[in-house]
């Protein structure tokens, strides 16, 4: 499945992104596969051409044994296009072929960000499944899900066309989830280590700004922050990790009903907001 994320700088796109891998890896129990880094969310870094296409197997018996993952990609085609600048056409349509078939038939779901839909080939856009257009607001985060494009939509095409009433998200908890001020660099060439890892959320250089700098609290306020995030949210330390991972007690290693969340559902109501 191929789905884009949409609108302009500030909207929350990235924001979006970070909620959908929280969503995917606690409620949905997937693997994470990420192009940028993630605070307290187990995931796999992909830095390279090589490990890209690797997680996306369009050999028949790879695909027969393959575990549904999600690769999260901030601005994905600006990335690619960066990369294969000078290169021939032909090697970068290999390429971004790869990516679509993989995520039409390798079980594997790739969210992408882009700040215009006109930056991207119009057969890229026919060939994505679903179109997420944030808008932030007051600190709620509200996601509307389109299955046709719409550029530079109003509000009211927002409610018309989308395929349900928008999630409702408070946004502030999953701005500790990752780094607004991170750049994605360049892709590269050879493979990652494909080592899925943890970072802890106390080392977000842009949380610690949040707390210490725009909020002046001290040091003692952000550890009871950060300890009130991850309890809410379940999310992982290393230590929390090591010792899930060991007993084999991650989301993805489980069935729904053991985790309690085959009656969670993502719709939430307004004095619910998560």
Known sequence: ?????TGNLGKGKTLTLTY??????????????????????PFTKITTIGSLEQIMPLEEEDVLTKQEIVFLGDELWRWISARTIGKGSKERKDLIDRILLGSRKAFVTVIYTVQNLQQIDVW????????????????????????NPVGNPTLEQLYKYSTDKPLKIKAEPFYAMFNTYQRIPMIGDG???????????????????YILIDLRKDWDY???YCEKIEK???????????????????PYQQEARELGLDQWYLRI???ELV
């Open 1 to 5: 499945m191929l789905v884009a994320i």
């Open 20 to 41: 959908l891998a929280w969503n995917n890896f606690f409620i949905r129990r997937k693997k994470i596969y990420a192009n940028y880094d993630l605070y307290g969310i």
């Open 124 to 147: 890229i856009r026919k060939t994505t499944d679903l179109f997420v257009y944030p808008v932030l607001y007051n600190n709620i985060l509200n996601i509307y899900f389109l299955s």
């Open 191 to 209: 493979f990652d280590d494909m080592k899925e890892r943890v970072i802890n959320i106390r080392k977000n250089p842009a949380l610690q700004r």
């Open 222 to 224: 952000f550890e009871k």
């Open 232 to 250: 809410t949210f379940w999310l992982y330390n290393e230590e929390t990790y090591e010792k899930d991972f060991k007993e084999g007690k991650l």
């Open 269 to 271: 109501d307004k004095n």
